[in-house]
């Protein structure tokens, strides 16, 4: 890759020089000649080969990062980041999704309770009365990395205590006999908030896409209301058309 990235400093003309860097390692990232979780050499060693200051190099690595392309990680070394692809065409939990890709999934539960709904709650699971929910926020990751914070609402007459959920809602449902069927997802675009950066390791204000999504079980039976908040730079998303 130095050769390679020597080159593009040859030819570069007026274009300052940590563009001309950012630009030929997203390309070689693109192209596959750097891999997803490959790390890159030490700031020092690139530095000396391309004839740059670490200045330089630092500024192009910065930008690569902020676009989604490298992960930098304090007292380790640059590497090409990872990033899932996510169908929005299927009905499938986080877990089972991981697993479909090969990745671990896992779960670091921050705080669960049995409370009142709020207006909104109610509405979205057609609770009425003294019903009760369950709340379940949990940080998702994949093999051991935070991707996503998932804040999960479900009414309490279905699933009466928190603890009966594992690593997988929807595996704690389907043994309830309430497996979702059915569903329906809202996007859109976040920031993240102080919250989301404690438990994502983002920086704040960092974009985020928030899915909100309401399912259903057979007959029609109301069963969940989860907001995930996904990193952008973690997650492309794809979506099947049909004409």
């Known amino acids: ?22 630009d030929e390692i ?3 990232i693109a192209e596959g000649l750097i891999r997803p979780g490959m790390p890159m050499p030490s700031e020092r060693l690139l530095a000396n080969e391309l004839g740059v200051s670490r200045m330089t ?42 697993r479909a890709r090969g990745r671990t999934p896992g779960a670091v539960l921050i705080a669960s309770t049995v409370a009142r709904p709020t207006k909104a709650e109610m509405a979205a699971l057609g609770l009425e009365g003294d019903a009760s ?33 594992g690593e997988s809602l929807y595996a704690a449902l389907d043994a309830l006999g309430m497996r979702p069927v059915r569903g329906s997802e809202r996007f859109r675009a976040v920031v993240a908030l102080p919250r989301d950066v404690r438990h ?17 079980a057979a007959a029609g039976v109301p069963v969940e209301f989860t907001e995930t908040r996904y990193l952008g730079e973690a997650y492309d998303f794809t979506v099947d058309l049909i004409r």
């Open 57 to 98: 190099l630092r500024r192009a690595l910065g930008a690569l990062s902020e676009d989604g392309l490298v992960a930098r990680q304090q007292g380790a070394r640059t590497a090409v980041a990872r990033r899932l692809e996510k169908s929005v065409s299927r009905l499938v939990g986080f877990s089972e999704d991981m």
């Open 200 to 216: 994502l390791c983002c920086a704040p204000g960092a974009p985020l896409l928030s899915i909100e999504r309401r399912c259903f």
């Open 26 to 28: 997203a390309a070689a």
């Open 133 to 165: 929910v369950v709340r379940i926020e949990r940080v998702r990751l994949a093999d051991l990395e935070p991707v996503a914070i998932e804040r999960a609402v479900l009414p309490a007459a279905i699933l009466p205590d928190p603890s009966m959920v």
């Open 1 to 22: 890759m130095a050769g390679r990235l020597k080159q593009c400093l040859v030819e570069r003309g007026l274009q300052p020089i940590w563009i001309s860097i950012r």
